[in-house]
Structures are given as structure tokens and as C-alpha cells.
């Protein structure tokens, strides 16, 4: 099973948030994209659900983790700016995704760097143009530690065209 890569659901404008942005909640869109995951993720039976500490990341999933009976984890190795210790947790965790899936949540600047790492250095298939809209997951699928195969999974409520989806 794979890993499950979330960009963090919709969380409103950092500049309308007067408080410590990591606790800057999920906007009410962004909990009906968190609920949607919470419905449509399950297949892959997820047995570990980890986060990036900030609240909005931790929200992201916490209805997918209720659904799955599982606790979300924090690991600052997915909060803002922590693309490299993202990765070197991502590749830590490649073994393990090959029984049942792992799911992550992190966010916007990080993802893109950790998919550009794989797709360097596994030769990970990301398609023509990858995109990482917020609530969107991306599927990992390992072998032997490896990065083989990525899909796309656009959020809820947006059009998927073929530029959405990489699969190989």
C-alpha cells in the first residue's frame, strides 16, 4: 500500500488570521475537503496518520484518522519549510508504506519539493504538469523502499482533467 501525501484542506487568508499562524484553523470549505477525504481515502486502509503540527494540517486529517480509528501523529519534519526533513521522513517511512498505506499531511511549499525530490531521484513520474491544490492528495506507491508509481487525487470539488493526474 502507499504512501498518502495531503496538501492541508482550505484554511482561509494568512493575512486575515491576526494569531500564530500555526494555529490558523480550517475554513468551513476546507472542513467539508477534510470530510471528503475522510470518505474517499478509507480503500487504502490507512494504519498511520502523521502531521505536520499546525492546526490546520492536524484538522485536515483528523476525520480521516476518527474513520480509520487510528490517532494523528505530529512530526515537525512537515511543517512550513521542512521540505529536506520532510523527505528524509518520507523515505524512512517508504518500507513500511508496502503493507498498509501511511497518510501525511503537510503543506504548499512543501510537497512540490519533496515530489520534485522523488521524481529526481526515483525517476518518479509525476506527468506534465503536478499540482498540489489544497485538500488533493498524492499516492506514492513504494517498492523496496522506492518511489515507482504517483496519482493525483484532485480535492474535492474540483475538475480533474488529464493535466490532474500522473499514473505510472
Not at 485536515?60 to 523527505?87: F, H, M, N, Q
Amino acid at each position: 500500500m502507499p504512501i498518502l501525501l495531503v496538501r492541508h484542506a482550505k484554511a482561509g487568508n494568512r493575512q486575515d488570521w491576526a494569531g500564530d499562524d500555526r494555529l490558523r484553523p480550517l475554513s468551513p470549505a476546507g472542513a467539508k475537503q477534510a470530510d471528503d477525504l475522510a470518505k474517499r481515502l478509507p480503500p487504502y486502509h490507512p494504519a498511520r496518520a502523521i502531521s505536520s503540527p499546525y492546526t490546520r494540517c492536524r484538522q485536515t486529517l483528523e476525520p480521516l484518522a476518527d474513520a480509520a480509528g487510528i490517532k494523528v501523529e505530529d512530526s515537525e519534519a512537515l511543517a512550513e519549510g521542512r521540505s529536506r526533513e520532510a523527505v528524509e521522513l518520507i523515505r524512512r517511512l517508504a518500507p513500511e508504506a508496502e503493507d498498509p498505506a501511511i497518510v501525511l499531511c503537510s503543506h504548499g511549499d512543501v510537497i512540490p519539493e519533496v515530489l520534485d525530490y522523488f521524481a529526481r531521484e526515483d525517476e518518479l513520474d509525476l506527468g506534465r504538469a503536478p499540482r498540489c491544490a489544497k485538500g488533493s492528495t498524492w499516492v506514492l506507491d513504494a517498492v523496496a523502499g522506492r518511489f515507482v508509481k504517483a496519482t493525483y487525487l484532485p480535492s474535492s470539488g474540483s475538475s480533474a482533467s488529464r493535466a490532474d493526474r500522473a499514473t505510472r
